[in-house]
Structure formats: C-alpha cells, structure tokens
C-alpha cells in the first residue's frame, strides 16, 4: 500500500513527508498552476531532494503529439533524472507514447482513466502505473470502486506489473474506497489527510487519556520523568 502526495508545494511535501511514509509525489499542469510560474525543472529537483532517492515522482507530459510527448519525456529524464515516472494521458496518442516509452524501459504512469478500457489498455500496454480519477468518475454516475476492482482484478488474472494509482480524490472514504478495492497507490492532497486525522474524536481521545495520566501523576509529567 502506497500514499503519494498529490501537490507540488514544497514546504506541504517537507511537513508530510517528515510524518508519513509518503511513497511519491504525482503532480500535473493543474497542480504546476497552482503554484505559478516556477522554475520547473529545479522545483522537481527540490521535490527530488525532499522525497529522497527511493521515493516515485511522477510529471506528466504536455506535448499534443507524439513526438511532442517523447521529446518532453526525453527533457524530463535529462532534467529531472532517469528514474522519474511520466504521466501520459490514457488517450490514442497517449497510448502509442505509452508503447514506445515501455519500448525504451522507463516507468510510465498512464494518466486521466476514467473508463475501464483505458484502464485495461494501459495494463496491457505495460504501464507501470494507472491512474484513474476516483471524484471525477464518480462525478459521472461511473462507479469508481467498480472499475477499480475490475482493474485489480484484470491485473492479477494476466500476472501484470502494473499498479493502481488511484487519483481525485475529494474525500476521505473515497481513499479508504479505492483501497479497500484493490488500488495498491494513492494521491492524495494532504490537506485531504489532514482532515482524516482532525476528527474530533481523535483529539477528544487523546485529551481523556492525558487527563487520565496527569489525574495520577500531575500536569506535565511524562512515563520519563517518573524517573526524575
Ligand atoms: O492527477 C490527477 C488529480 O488527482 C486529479 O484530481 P482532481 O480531480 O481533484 O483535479
């Protein structure tokens, strides 16, 4: 199970992942938009640095061509580094990047699925990664957790490497949803995680139990400084 941060901003992606196991960071041109005008191949250098060497990045791709897109993957494995995963997406011109990119051997995150066939397209185009967009599915009357597990499961009946990278999310159970379903990643905005875990009765809970100690023991005192 994997939990990407889906944003670009630098100080999120340092808070986060200091507390979470993050396992990447997918951004896209909405997202790059949020920030401005950056300096974009240094930004996802710094993104690089924070994440650490282990972790995915994923960027998507720009170009309308073909050759417009493997020129832009080319630039981002230059830029960036080797190992980046590229976005590409999930459309007929897509899919012919997605070949050739798998082709050349680099990691590839088919992008913007919102039907089953482009999702069992991307599979079976090699791609490491799919992403279908949980909220925006949903939005259409599409069941994402019915397409999710069809994804999971065609994965597993073909013996496919690919795995599921479920996107838009605008909620916390929809996380929960798309994991339950057999997506094996997630990306999520944080401030989406930080709603998770501001329930109310999380912090009630907490506030019972030292309540409790300090009842005991008195305001302040830690389990260490019993021994002081
Ligand atoms: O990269 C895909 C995004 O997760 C899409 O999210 P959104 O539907 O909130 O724009």
């Not at 190992?83 to 050349?104: C, F, M, N, R, S």
């Not at 699925?113 to 939005?139: C, E, F, H, V």
């Not at 997630?186 to 019972?208: C, E, F």
Request: proline share 4%; charged share 15%.
């Amino acid at each position: 199970m994997e939990f990407l941060l889906d944003t670009i901003d630098l100080a999120c992606i340092e808070k986060y992942a200091k507390a979470l196991p993050v396992a990447g960071v997918t951004s896209n041109p909405s997202i790059v938009k949020k920030q401005g005008k950056i300096d974009f191949f240094n930004h996802m250098k710094q993104i690089r640095q924070i994440i650490g060497p282990s972790a995915t990045l994923h960027i998507q791709l720009v170009g309308q061509t073909v050759s417009e897109m493997l020129d832009d993957a080319q630039t981002i494995f230059e830029q960036v580094g080797p190992e980046t995963y590229v976005k590409v997406p999930t459309t007929l011109t897509g899919l012919e990047v997605i070949k050739k990119l798998k082709q050349a051997g680099h990691n590839v995150t088919a992008t913007a699925i919102y039907t089953k066939l482009q999702g069992l397209l991307a599979i079976s185009a090699g791609a490491d990664y799919i992403a279908p967009y949980y909220n925006r599915m949903q939005n259409m009357g599409i069941s994402a957790p019915e397409v999710i597990k069809e994804f999971a499961d065609a994965i597993k009946s073909n013996d496919a490497q690919t795995e599921i990278l479920a996107a838009s999310f605008h909620n916390v159970d929809q996380i929960t949803t798309a994991l339950a379903n057999g997506a094996q990643a997630v990306t999520v905005d944080p401030s989406l995680i930080a709603t998770g875990l501001n329930h109310p009765a999380i912090q009630q809970a907490v506030n019972d139990f030292t309540n409790d100690w300090e009842g005991i023991f008195g305001t302040g005192q830690t389990i260490t400084s019993l021994l002081k």
